[in-house]
T-cell receptor, first 113, second 115 residues
Framework: NAGVMQNPRHLVRRRGQEARLRCSPV?????VYWYRQLPEEGLKFMVYLQKENIIDESGMPKERFSAEFPKEGPSILRIQQVVRGDSAAYFC???????????FGSGTRLTVV | AQTVTQSQPEMSVQEAETVTLSCTYDTSESDYYLFWYKQPPSRQMILVIR????KQQNATENRFSVNFQKAAKSFSLKISDSQLGDAAMYFCAYANAGNNRKLIWGLGTSLAVNP
């Protein structure tokens, strides 16, 4: 009974490159949330997705960031043309449809050099 | 918009003693959920305890209990018989009931446990 799997665990990108973060939810969970944790800060909501649909992207920066949760495969958070300020830990959480049983992944730490 | 405030950036407790971490929140909703999460150095976010707003009884999980004061919008976490393994960042979080269940987070309290 695997939990939420996030990969890679650590990602280093040079400024201007693309970062692609993957999240495989718990089997049977149809809701995925992405959060960002900047150094010395709490988590900030980014985006909420259900299969093939973006439900709430109010926390996503308007440019360079996108997310998807396809019918098959993991959820992807994509950051284009990364800048130093994108350096953070990115967490994914999933939950089933019927309750508030969130399960978190271990996060991806993105470092932009 | 909902907000969550943790006014204690750092706390410390002696092993085997009791410590209380504070959390207040602001919402106009009547139905919602409150959570305490623990984040050890491994970075894994671990659920400590959860409270449904419609329940008057305070949630309890072994050594962890909450004092939920709905009218005051207060949700404090009490850790009894503190252990070295309790040392971590503790985050208070809020979620509306309903379809969009995104979590709104406090800034966290760093708890040190002294032997």
């Amino acid at each position: 009974n695997a939990g939420v799997m996030q990969n890679p665990r650590h990602l280093v990108r040079r400024r201007g490159q693309e970062a692609r973060l993957r999240c495989s939810p718990v089997k049977g969970h149809s809701h995925v949330y992405w959060y960002r944790q900047l150094p010395e800060e709490g988590l900030k909501f980014m985006v909420y997705l259900q299969k093939e649909n973006i439900i709430d992207e109010s926390g996503m920066p308007k440019e360079r960031f996108s997310a998807e949760f396809p019918k098959e495969g993991p959820s992807i958070l994509r950051i284009q043309q990364v800048v130093r300020g994108d350096s953070a830990a990115y967490f994914c959480a999933s939950s089933p449809a019927a309750n508030y049983g969130y399960t978190f992944g271990s996060g991806t730490r993105l470092t932009v050099v | 918009a909902q907000t969550v405030t943790q006014s204690q950036p750092e706390m410390s407790v002696q092993e085997a003693e009791t410590v209380t971490l504070s959390c207040t929140y602001d919402t106009s909703e009547s139905d919602y959920y409150l959570f305490w999460y623990k984040q050890p150095p491994s970075r894994q976010m671990i659920l400590v305890i959860r409270q449904e707003a419609y329940k008057q009884q305070n949630a309890t999980e072994n050594r962890f209990s909450v004092n939920f004061q709905k009218a005051a919008k207060s949700f404090s976490l009490k850790i009894s018989d503190s252990q070295l393994g309790d040392a971590a960042m503790y985050f208070c979080a809020y979620a509306n009931a309903g379809n969009n269940r995104k979590l709104i987070w406090g800034l966290g309290t760093s708890l040190a446990v002294n032997p």
